[in-house]
């Protein structure tokens, strides 16, 4: 049973530029989310996506865009980038559920370097 | 604002020894919550989860937590550690809405580094 995975493992871009990442959940999970993970700290929530739609949306600005396709996987899209994007990425799946709350599994990340 | 806080950023125990990790979150409604593990190389991956019920929760390889709503802490317990063991162990959780489901977005703590020495 394969688990999350992500593409590319690394990534190094230049200011200004765009950059699309890749995330395939685990079998059986329809509910994806992405975080971003700066040096040293938690994880901080950008948006999650269920149904093909944007469930949910943290503090990010407009530059981080997303979608979902039919098979759940999904993609983050960050436009315009600056220095401060650098950071790992991480993608986490869950089974979408109505009842007391959805367990995240996380994927290894894709790991920006923003010069 | 809703947040989670982990006081310990770097415990260092010889093997054996017990081990208790603090978490404490801040909100005043109902919260499901997490203990994630990141082993050296490796990716999150979780130890334990709370979403209701007893409150003393038991993950793998031998941890558990106990809820404590009245101290709004989650902390993490093991008796007996092993160096393998070591590890970054990270809190999180998320809220529930008033018609119980939960909000998508976990928030975790910033991490506290495990060194296990043999």
């Known amino acids: 049973d394969a688990g999350v995975t992500q593409s590319p493992t690394h990534l190094i871009k230049t200011r200004g530029q765009q950059v699309t990442l890749r995330c395939s959940p685990k079998s059986g999970h329809d509910t994806v989310s992405w975080y971003q993970q700066a040096l040293g700290q938690g994880p901080q929530f950008i948006f999650q996506?269920?149904?093909?739609?944007?469930?949910q949306r943290g503090n990010f600005p407009d530059r981080f865009s997303g979608h979902q396709f039919p098979n759940y996987s999904s993609e983050l899209n960050v436009n315009a980038l600056l220095l401060g994007d650098s950071a790992l990425y991480l993608c986490?799946?869950?089974?979408?559920?109505?009842?007391?709350?959805?367990?995240?599994?996380f994927g290894p990340g894709t790991r920006l370097l923003v010069l | 604002a809703q947040s989670v806080s982990q006081h310990n950023h770097h415990v260092i125990l010889s093997e054996a020894a017990s081990l208790e990790l603090g978490c404490n979150y801040s909100?005043?409604?109902?919260?499901?919550l997490f203990w994630y593990v990141q082993y050296p190389g490796q990716h999150l991956q979780l130890l334990l989860k709370y979403f209701s019920g007893d409150p003393l929760v038991k993950g793998i390889k031998g941890f558990e937590a106990e809820f404590i709503k009245s101290k709004f802490s989650f902390n993490l317990r093991k008796p007996s550690v092993q160096w393998s063991d070591t590890a970054e162990y990270v809190c999180a959780m998320n809220t529930r809405s008033g018609y119980g489901g939960s909000q998508g977005n976990l928030i975790f703590g910033k991490g506290t580094k495990l060194s296990v020495k043999p």
């Open positions: 909100y005043g409604g109902t919260v499901n």
């Open positions: 986490a799946s869950s089974l979408f559920s109505q009842g007391v709350g959805e367990t995240q599994y």
């Open positions: 996506y269920y149904e093909e739609e944007e469930r």
